[in-house]
């Protein structure tokens, strides 16, 4: 029997990578690779990587630099990168480090195994296409016996919004959403091998339309199959919400109570010059809405600050908003000017006002995430247990509300959803006792 070949894939960005990660493990599975944790093992290491941000576009090219040595001691040590950065910079990423065998984009994955053999024979693989079939048509089904109680699902892919600032629509290319019934196929195989909570992936995930009744179709199909306890969509524009998507917040027990729903400023003048094609005012409208349906949801959102042209009136609007909705939880950038994308030729704003601007709205969005943590103590809410926690005897779990949770509890009741009474909020994590 010859030695299975061994594959180490580091993700970068968003968990639609995740996602591409596991299935790009899966395809090389069938080429006789076994996943491990241990680069120096590795005969094949594939960087899954993210371009949104320049920051996380450098990381790739240090971490290609960190693998020479690797190289150096393995010839056979084949070096991959995947990913949006992949698709970005195509050829480029192997004129400027040819220890590179292989590039491929988020869209042809599925041609590994082709790709593999050719870099096996020697060569170089390089592969940044949008074919016409959907790659998952050419991937395998998810046979996999035992997975973790809680699996990404990408059901949607790409973005024709084109936002001022964003990389997306040209590195995952045209949305384009996976017919349903295949999505239920893949959802049946996952709960059948263990998981409890599916979260829906895409870049605009409630612009789904492989069902004839939209993204909320899809959650009531999926909330049918027995043994899935859960389900979570992300991420969603709000020119998307359509009401019967917000009507199943309130109709779909399964369908948990957090929205990551990013609006990226509270300014007018700033919406209009990212082309995000809405007010401050329709998103709050909007928030009304959902709350109306669902008064306890947790919402989420995405912040830029210093976007070209914002003034400090306009980061003070971004401010008010956020106070205005008060978030479980938010997440926030300093604008990254991107090639390619039309605000890369606008006048930057000064770095030093950036930093300042982040600095202060992340204390706002600190102090929410805090007090909204803060509520939760004394309540007791549904918790699908995952792992076991740092502490002996104690399990560590995600909330209905998205917020991690520890307990001391039997590992038995990992994949299980128990109730949890909360009785302390820590600065990342709540802990609390098992109720029955
Ligand atoms: N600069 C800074 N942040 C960005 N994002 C997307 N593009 C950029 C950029 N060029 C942020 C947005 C988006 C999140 C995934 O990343 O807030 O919602
Ligand atoms: Fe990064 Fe966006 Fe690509 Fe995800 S889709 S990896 S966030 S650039």
């Not at 944790?37 to 094949?44: L, N, R």
């Not at 048509?137 to 059901?155: G, Q």
């Not at 109709?251 to 401050?280: N, W």
């Not at 926030?332 to 000064?350: C, H, L, M, N, V």
Request: with cysteine; aromatic share 6%.
């Amino acid at each position: 029997m010859t030695e299975p070949k061994k594959l180490y894939i580091k993700t970068y960005g968003c968990q639609m990578n995740v996602y591409d990660s596991e299935r790009m493990a899966e395809a090389l599975g069938g080429e006789g690779y076994v996943g491990t944790d241990v680069p120096e093992d590795a005969d094949m290491i594939l960087l899954n990587t993210c371009h949104i941000r320049e920051k996380a576009a450098e990381k790739v090219y240090s971490e290609l630099g960190r693998l020479k040595p690797l190289k150096d001691a393995r010839p056979g040590l084949k070096i991959g990168v995947t990913g949006c950065v992949a698709q970005a910079e195509g050829a480029e990423i192997m004129r400027r480090q040819p220890l590179v065998d292989l590039v491929v984009g988020p869209q042809s994955y599925h041609r590994l195994p082709a790709m593999d053999a050719a870099v096996r024979a020697g060569g170089k693989a390089l592969d940044t296409e949008f074919p016409q079939a959907d790659k998952f048509t050419a991937l395998d089904a998810r046979t996999r016996a035992n997975r973790a109680p809680s699996a990404f699902l990408t059901v949607q892919e790409g973005c024709d919004k084109f936002c001022a600032f964003c990389v997306v629509p040209y590195t995952r290319g045209a949305e384009a959403s996976r017919p349903a019934a295949r999505v239920l196929t893949e959802a049946q195989a996952l709960v059948a091998s263990g998981v409890r909570e599916i979260t829906l992936l895409g870049q605009n995930v409630n612009a789904y339309d492989g069902h004839p009744q939209g993204l909320a179709g899809l959650v009531h199909d999926l909330a049918a199959i027995e043994g899935l306890a859960r389900i979570r969509y992300t991420t969603s524009h709000p020119n998307d919400m359509d009401a019967a998507l917000i009507a199943a917040h309130g109709t779909e027990p399964k369908l948990m109570p957090y929205l990551h729903l990013p609006v990226q400023s509270g300014s007018d003048r700033i919406l209009k010059a990212m082309a995000r094609k809405h007010t401050a005012e329709h998103y709050l409208r909007l928030i009304e809405r959902i709350r109306a349906a669902r008064p306890d949801i947790m919402l989420s959102g995405d912040f830029i600050v210093g976007f070209p042209g914002e003034t400090e009136a306009d980061f003070q609007a971004s401010l008010d908003l956020i106070r205005e909705v008060g978030y479980g939880m938010a997440y926030s950038f300093k604008y990254s000017s991107r090639p390619g994308t039309p605000a890369a030729e606008k006048p930057q704003i000064d770095e030093a006002v950036m930093d300042d601007r982040l600095a202060r709205v992340q204390e706002l969005i600190t102090s929410q995430q805090r007090a909204a943590q803060a509520a939760m103590v004394g309540r007791t809410v549904g918790v699908l247990f995952e792992k076991p926690g740092r502490m002996p005897g104690q399990l560590t779990g995600k909330s209905d509300y998205l917020h991690a949770v520890h307990a001391l509890a039997d590992g038995a009741r990992i994949g299980q959803v128990c109730p949890v009474r909360i009785t302390s909020s820590g600065p990342n994590s709540l802990a609390g006792e098992v109720v029955s």
